[in-house]
């Protein structure tokens, strides 16, 4: 049966697709978002994708409560909520820490209050794989040590600390999931990652050099212990983790008592940035050129999921391969060179 679920920034990234899946699958959503990295273009075409109309968006601030009141009152009683809404450069995080405190910490507890106020205790939180700082055993599994090193990674983790204190203390269902790296698109090509400006991460960048919208590829270091000398991540489609998303709610909805997960989402599979170039090329029949330069300050050599707690847990896999995610996300940056904004 459909439910009633409160998505914070919806309109991102991975919120986007997730709101396209829970769509897909009969639920009603509500969707705060402030559009402070996003579009509301992209829920628009999440609603064309799914051919309903059972999306309401609140614009503003999660860090205010009478949003949140707003939100829960727009559409009746929330049964579940999934929280996105953040801010995630790590570099910004260093530079402009309070910022990262008061969105990803304050934010997280203005919304824990007003779920409170609203009878509402079911919460799914989007935590990272960089809370475990700097690993040197791998694949990472939940119970292994974390020790954020910057103060994204330290906000994230503070959250997950305030929530398991929350189903400690009374009977809330909370899911922390913590992503590895996203990438790629939904396959229709209309709804995608839009950075602005210029890409931090590599997957964005790829595609936007293999558009012409950037000369070449910069390689953050070849000297690390792997390989082939560069980085390695576990890259997981979106469209894989919007679906963990999913799942992961309706199990914390048949929880009958107070329930506090913390999971890993990722596929598994270490890939280095020379095999996604690789990859991408193979994909798409492109060439990315590419320069190797310094390390990137606060780069780790390697980020590997153990993914086995979700599939016990919830019986969720990802399913998708590096071929897939490179397909999409060139799909999506073809159709849309410039993203959601209309080109010049
Ligand atoms: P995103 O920036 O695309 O989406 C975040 C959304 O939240 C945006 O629509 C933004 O406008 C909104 N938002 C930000 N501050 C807000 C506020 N104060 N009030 C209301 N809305 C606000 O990012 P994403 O990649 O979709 O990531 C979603 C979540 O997952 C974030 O919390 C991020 O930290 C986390 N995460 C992302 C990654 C990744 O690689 N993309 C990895 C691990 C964790
Ligand atoms: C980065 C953040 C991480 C955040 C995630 C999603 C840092 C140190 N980490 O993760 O906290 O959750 O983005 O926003 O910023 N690379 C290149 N050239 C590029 C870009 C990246 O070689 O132009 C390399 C990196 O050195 C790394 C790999 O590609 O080895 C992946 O980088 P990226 O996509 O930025 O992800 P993370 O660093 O894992």
Redesign the pocket.
């Known amino acids: 049966m459909g439910q009633r679920i409160l998505i914070t920034g919806g309109a991102g990234f991975i919120g986007s697709h997730t709101c396209l899946v829970l769509l897909e699958a009969g639920h009603e959503l509500v969707v705060v978002d402030n559009f402070d990295n996003s579009s509301p273009e992209a829920l628009r075409r999440v609603e064309e994708l799914s051919e309903r109309s059972a999306l309401t968006v609140v614009e503003g601030d999660i860090r205010q409560p009478l949003v949140l009141d707003q939100a829960f009152r727009s559409r009746g009683a929330i049964d579940g909520v999934i929280h996105f809404a953040g801010l995630?450069?790590?570099?910004e995080s260093v530079a402009d820490p309070l910022r990262y405190w008061d969105v990803n910490l304050n934010g997280s507890r203005v919304l824990a209050a007003a779920m409170e106020q609203h009878g509402c205790r079911t919460l799914v939180f989007s935590s990272?794989s960089?809370v475990y700082g700097e690993p040197e055993q791998f694949p990472l599994r939940e119970d292994m040590t974390t020790a954020p090193v910057h103060p994204?990674?330290q906000t994230k983790l503070a959250v997950e600390q305030m929530l398991e204190a929350l189903c400690r203390s009374s009977s809330w269902r909370v899911a922390c999931l913590r992503y590895f790296?996203p990438v790629g698109a939904h396959p229709s090509g209309q709804i995608g990652e839009d950075p602005l400006g210029v890409p931090?991460?590599?997957?964005p960048?790829i595609t936007q050099v293999a558009a012409g919208r950037r000369d070449r590829?910069?390689?953050?270091?070849d000297d690390y212990p792997t390989n082939d000398g560069?980085?390695i991540?576990d890259y997981i489609h979106v469209m894989d983790l919007a679906e963990a998303h999913a799942v992961t709610l309706d199990h914390l909805l048949q929880q009958p008592v107070s329930s506090c997960l913390t999971l890993n989402i990722g596929t598994g599979t270490g890939l280095s940035?020379l095999d996604v170039v690789k990859g991408f090329e193979t994909a798409t029949g492109l060439t990315i050129p590419f320069d190797v330069v310094e390390r990137?300050p606060?780069?780790v050599p390697r980020?590997q999921a153990c993914p086995e707690q979700a599939k016990t847990v919830l019986g969720w896999t990802a399913r998708r391969s590096l071929q897939e995610m490179c397909r999409d996300g060139w799909a999506w940056q073809q159709a849309n060179p410039m993203g959601y904004r209309q080109p010049a």
């Open positions: 995630k450069a790590v570099g990272t960089t994204y990674a790296n931090n991460n590599l997957f960048f590829l910069q390689v953050f270091g560069t980085g991540r940035v990137r606060g780069d980020l």
